[in-house]
């Protein structure tokens, strides 16, 4: 049989446990506010007085919520709707590529796409060899392979991932020539065996490290595919 007194010892510390925490908490009213979670598991009779503020304050947790929850969810509606329409556009132009007679008219495509379709301000495009029907142009640079002016694209070009952001200045030189300073971010699209494609943008945030990159893959290898008709 366990002792009366070590019972009534018991009884008295877990009394005085209880109230040293009300008094803590009587002393300390905005506890709740930093650990809102706590609030939620507590059960409160729902009448007027204190009780009835918490039990309106849980109310107003859940209703925090439920905010953030709608706000996440209208973020990723939003991010449905453009990846939708980024594939749209990225078949749109595969099947217009494919559709081109030469090589010449497929880069033409390409670019035009790129500038119209996907908002390139400086649409950029090198090439290792020569293309039949295309003269001089802004938007096209025949650059040799092995030429030293592609020396800081050997990475890129070598694992073929494309990369966003703000470009070395000795990379933006080769691709823009004295529009450089135009530009304050780029997506580049290396391809391997074939040249490559640099969407450039005015706007600092429209490219950027970490950025999805599927679509761009989709749109180097459907161009890859498309001028491999040509060789």
């Not at 008295?12 to 979670?37: G, I």
């Not at 025949?142 to 800081?152: C, F, H, N, S, T």
């Not at 991932?161 to 580049?188: F, I, M």
């Amino acid at each position: 049989m366990e002792p009366m007194t070590d019972k009534f010892s018991e009884q008295a510390s877990d009394k005085f446990s209880a109230h040293e925490v009300a008094n803590w908490l009587r002393r300390h009213p905005r506890f709740l506010q930093q650990f809102p979670d706590l609030s939620m598991s507590l059960v409160v009779p729902r009448e007027e007085g204190s009780a009835a503020s918490l039990a309106s304050y849980q109310l107003e947790v859940l209703r925090d919520k439920n905010r953030e929850l709608s706000r996440r969810l209208q973020e990723l509606f939003g991010n449905a709707q453009e990846n939708e329409r980024l594939a749209v556009r990225t078949h749109q132009l595969t099947l217009a590529l494919l559709r081109q007679g030469s090589a010449a008219d497929t880069l033409r495509a390409m670019a035009a796409s790129l500038a119209e379709d996907f908002n390139g301000d400086l649409v950029r495009l090198v090439v290792f060899k020569p293309v039949e029907g295309l003269g001089d142009s802004d938007w096209l640079q025949i650059v040799p392979e092995g030429d030293a002016r592609l020396q800081p694209f050997r990475d890129a070009l070598s694992d073929g991932e494309p990369l966003c952001g703000r470009l070395q200045p000795e990379k933006h030189v080769v691709l823009y020539g004295d529009r450089a300073e135009e530009v304050q971010s780029s997506a580049l699209l290396p391809l391997p065996g074939t040249g490559l494609i640099a969407v450039g943008s005015r706007d600092a945030n429209r490219f950027f490290p970490g950025m999805g990159t599927l679509f761009l893959r989709m749109m180097g290898e459907s161009l890859a595919v498309a001028l491999r008709r040509f060789d």
